[in-house]
């Protein structure tokens, strides 16, 4: 496994500088890049980003062997502001033209949510929420084929793309070899389901596996019946069966290292590795 730490999970970070030393520290050789959660006071909206950023980071990570496994533009594709998802939607495309200055492969966003705010809502299940977000889709994979970057989309409860149904239904629809899918196990169990993770994961893999492109694995618990993201190795994620199955379908593929923060991902790493 390649495995991927999110920049946003290293804490106090200064620089582009410190953030390839803190990750370098953790024995971790790529990183999934969210700019806005990384580097707070860089300006990092569409009009912002420009080659120079690009190579500039790129070369500062490079200097601890780290690339970036994928660029981050998380967004409601969906937003009901028709004018503020016209704006988010190019601040994507803008993700994507600039992601080959990073050394990124990939651009990642989950699919958003039919109100403002992203929160579980049956609203996003109805078939008329999907009929929304498809031509999204297909608008940003085109530019995903123009500039040679995969469209990395996540599926989660909290959005219209909730089950490894809708997933398989989406990529019928947007037939492109841009259009791949990460997969967070973690982001499409319950409470009642949990127990079923290592089936879920097989089962995403046997349906569309050629499409899965990167995996995120998330550690939790469950308070409160609700499932509680946690540093990995104090939960209840069932780590090495899903590892096995990876390794099965996609040797070699981006793991990241989701919601673990800090000294925590050295140790988490030694445990997956051993």
């Known amino acids: 496994m390649q ?3 999110r920049g946003h999970d290293l804490s106090q970070v200064t620089s582009v500088v410190d953030l390839a030393e803190k990750i370098s520290q953790q024995g971790i050789s ?3 890049l969210a700019l806005g959660m990384s ?5 990092s909206e569409a009009s912002h980003l420009n080659p120079g950023m690009g190579r500039m980071i790129a070369k500062a990570l490079a200097q601890k062997n780290i690339d970036v496994a994928i660029l981050s533009c998380y967004i409601n594709m969906i937003h009901p ?8 939607l190019q601040k994507f495309e803008s993700y994507v033209k600039h992601a080959p200055y990073f050394g990124a492969t990939m651009v990642a966003s989950e699919t958003g949510n039919i109100f403002p705010e992203i929160i579980f809502t049956e609203d996003n299940f109805k078939d008329e929420t999907f009929e929304k977000l498809v031509p999204v889709i297909e608008r940003l994979v085109k ?8 469209i990395g989309i996540e599926p989660g409860l909290n959005h219209p793309l909730y089950s490894l149904e809708r ?7 947007v037939d492109s070899d841009y259009l791949g899918i990460i997969l967070d196990p973690t982001n499409l169990i319950t409470v009642e389901t949990y127990q079923k993770q290592v089936e879920l994961v097989q089962e995403a893999f046997e349906r569309f596996g ?3 492109v990167a995996i995120h694995l998330k550690d939790f618990v469950i308070e409160n019946q609700k499932i509680v993201p946690i540093d990995m190795g104090r939960g209840m994620i069932h780590y090495s069966e ?5 390794e099965k379908y996609k040797p070699h593929s981006y793991v990241v290292l989701e919601e673990t923060k800090d000294d925590f991902i050295g140790s988490a790493l030694k445990m997956l590795r051993n």
């Not at 580097?39 to 300006?43: E, L, V």
């Not at 530019?143 to 995969?150: D, F, L, Y």
């Open 81 to 88: 502001d028709l004018d503020l998802r016209e704006k988010l």
């Open 30 to 32: 790529s990183v999934q």
């Open 242 to 246: 899903i590892l096995d199955i990876i």
């Open 39 to 43: 580097f707070k006071d860089m300006p």
């Open 143 to 150: 530019a995903g084929e123009k500039h040679r970057v995969i």
């Open 210 to 212: 050629d499409k899965i």
């Open 167 to 173: 997933v398989e239904e989406l990529l019928e629809r």
């Open 3 to 5: 495995y991927t730490v």
